[in-house]
């Protein structure tokens, strides 16, 4: 079956520049996570996800950051204004739990560039 | 305070060497659940396996093999006759009910099997 698939792949932007960020998950997949990895780190958790229901955004860095899941599948995740330490690579995971405790599969990541 | 510590940053080893990839956790739960993920050059997160805090029996996989001891909160990895293929970063994981079941990650370790 299908994976969790992500898109762009690649994505660069200019400082200032809105962005939107897709996560298709696993089909059926009730929990969504996202995170965001810089370089040579490990990743960082951001929002996750029950159905369309954010249950906890504890981990997006400032209020340019926004998530929304609003028919319980695909994810978008938006960055206003984007700044240049915002450059990393956003990774989306799913997984079959409502409770979020069963082991979370990844996507490949948007790697996004901000000049 | 760090709940996943991975000490070794670097391991560099010759093909077929056993090589082990240390992991120490913290938590004040006492349901909880760790992980082993591998990420190679191409960057994708890939799953290797998941223990609950209730199941503390060693596991093999192959080549791969994974020691759980609560007594010293560690959850250590050992590859048996590496192989270049096995060059990655590896991260250990650990998710908490306290914390809605995101990952909390170590700073990974990168490992590199020399032919």
């Known amino acids: 079956g299908a994976g969790v698939s992500q898109s762009p792949r690649y994505k660069v932007a200019k400082r200032g520049q809105d962005v939107a960020l897709r996560c298709d998950p696993i089909?059926?997949?009730?929990?969504l996570f996202w995170y965001q990895q810089a370089l040579g780190q490990g990743p960082e958790f951001l929002t996750y996800?029950?159905?369309?229901?954010?249950?906890?955004k504890s981990g997006l860095p400032s209020d340019r950051f926004f998530a929304e899941r609003p028919e319980g599948s695909v994810s978008t995740l938006k960055i206003q204004r984007t700044q240049q330490e915002d450059s990393a690579v956003y990774l989306c995971?799913?997984?079959?739990?409502?409770?979020?405790?069963?082991?979370?599969?990844f996507g490949p990541g948007t790697r996004l560039l901000v000049l | 305070a760090q709940k996943v510590t991975q000490a070794q940053t670097e391991i560099s080893v010759v093909e077929k060497e056993d090589v082990t990839l240390d992991c120490v956790y913290e938590?004040?739960?006492?349901?909880?659940?760790l992980f082993w993920y591998k990420q190679p050059p191409s960057g994708e997160l890939v799953f290797l396996i998941r223990?609950?805090?209730?199941d503390e029996q060693n596991e093999i996989s192959g080549r791969y093999s994974w020691n759980f001891q609560k007594s010293t909160s560690s959850f250590n990895f050992t590859i048996t006759a590496s192989q270049v293929v096995d060059s990655a970063v590896y991260f250990c994981?650990?998710?908490?009910?306290?914390?809605?079941?995101?990952?909390?990650w170590g700073a990974g370790t990168k490992l590199i099997i020399k032919p």
């Open positions: 089909s059926g997949h009730v929990s």
């Open positions: 994981a650990l998710s908490e009910a306290d914390s809605n079941y995101q990952l909390i």
């Open positions: 995971a799913s997984s079959l739990d409502g409770g979020g405790a069963e082991t979370q599969y």
């Open positions: 996800f029950q159905n369309e229901a954010q249950l906890d």
């Open positions: 938590t004040r739960d006492t349901t909880y659940y």
């Open positions: 223990r609950n805090s209730f």
